[in-house]
């Protein structure tokens, strides 16, 4: 008695070793029974088709078809070994000089959309260069290669202690591994410590002074002081520019030659303080106190507060011979007793100001808004050419 194998057309697996007898047609009912088609012809390992059964020897390789022409199982191993090679062979990468290997399954199956997975997907499409000894050259950082590598192996985010995740994102930004890219920027974020806007105390404040070189100029641009008590402290030339300064207790604080411009210095308290020279150029004085003040300097540098908002401001008494107040807000302000004389007033809105007992001699009101002003007990009599409103 003969035995056969029989093999669906076009494969070489799972096959069925049967008995010949009777007919062509009895061996092909065997065939549609065994490998569950409805076979309709035999053909030999070599593609031939058999139609006798004289012609079957014992052992032969057949391969049974639904009608369709012969396909030669060879032909599909190579091209399913091809296929799945195309993900699973071995590669070794010189990145920055130190090498890697890993499958091309790794690089490609994880993020198909980036660089490394259209770089290795079909082999040599790129043109990749290789070493002597056959790894693909890389031009990047090694450091910041291993975790991207490590993530595409396994999907999960592992840094080394001591790695900066800033050059790791740029690494996975540049490979395109988008979805560690986001990781990484909530990582990041989430590590960064959260920002300190609490005021700086007198403490902190007087040591950072005396680190500080006398001749150095002290930069406080824009920083919060808010409610800081810097009374009777050496303040000269320092640039507090747009610096928060509000409820600040400033009382006979040297501020000789500061520059407070667009500073915020509301509800402050300025009683006493030097402000010889100052700069206050649109600065937020809105309710300060500034009584008994000295901004007259004798080398005749004049304080300019242009601008300033000196909304309901307390100035009784203070200094300030030849200062520049043009078009600064004084409504509601008082300014009794206060040394005004050769001062510029122009445009400046002095509505229900209490100028009572000043000294404006010399001083320019061209343009000046004295709505409700009060001007009694002038030390000088005022000239009507001084104010045209």
């Known amino acids: 008695m003969r035995r056969v194998t029989l093999f669906v057309n076009g494969t070489s697996k799972n096959g069925k070793v049967v008995a010949v007898y009777g007919t062509l047609a009895d061996l092909l009912s065997v065939a549609s029974n065994k490998l569950g088609i409805k076979a309709s012809c035999l053909y030999n390992g070599k593609g031939g088709l058999i139609d006798d059964i004289a012609l079957i020897r014992d052992d032969d390789v057949l391969y049974v078809s639904e009608g369709d022409s012969f396909v030669d199982p060879q032909n599909e191993e190579r091209s399913s070994d091809e296929l799945s090679g195309a993900h699973t062979d071995w590669l070794t990468l010189n990145i920055g000089g130190r090498c890697f290997t890993t499958t091309r399954s790794t690089l ?110 002290l930069r406080c641009q824009g920083l919060n002081f808010s409610g800081a008590d810097f009374s009777r402290l050496d303040l000269r030339y320092i640039n507090f520019k747009m610096a928060n300064l509000s409820r600040c207790n400033l009382t006979h604080a040297n501020l000789c030659c500061a520059n407070l411009e667009r500073a915020d210095l509301s509800g402050a308290n300025l009683d006493g303080a030097n402000l010889q020279g100052v700069k206050m150029l649109c600065s937020n004085a809105e309710g300060a106190s500034l009584k008994g003040c000295n901004f007259e300097d004798p080398s005749g540098l004049k304080a300019n507060l242009e601008g300033a908002n000196l909304k309901g401001v307390d100035m009784e008494g203070s200094q300030m011979t030849g200062i520049n107040l043009r078009v600064a807000t004084l409504k509601n302000a008082k300014l009794k007793n206060c040394n005004l004389r050769g001062a510029t007033l122009a445009g400046t809105d002095l509505e229900n100001c209490d100028l009572s007992g000043c000294d404006l001699q010399e001083a320019n009101l061209r343009g000046s808004n004295v709505k409700g002003a009060i001007f009694e007990e002038m030390l000088t009599p005022l000239h009507m050419s001084q104010s045209v409103r």
């Not at 997975?117 to 043109?127: E, N």
């Not at 403490?203 to 005396?210: I, M, N, P, S, T």
């Open 108 to 217: 490609v199956s994880k993020e198909p959309e980036s660089m490394l997975a259209h770089m290795f997907k079909d082999k040599d499409v790129w043109g990749n260069k290789q070493d002597e000894r056959g790894a693909y050259l890389i031009d990047r950082s090694p450091e910041y290669f291993e975790p991207i590598l490590n993530y595409l192996r396994h999907g999960q985010l592992i840094v080394n202690e001591g790695i900066n995740l800033l050059g790791v994102l740029e690494e996975a930004r540049f490979f395109g591994i988008e979805q560690l890219a986001e990781q990484l920027e909530v990582v990041i974020k989430n590590s960064q410590p959260p920002e300190d806007h609490s005021p700086i105390s007198r403490k902190e404040f007087v040591r950072f002074l005396l680190a500080t070189p006398t001749k150095s100029e």
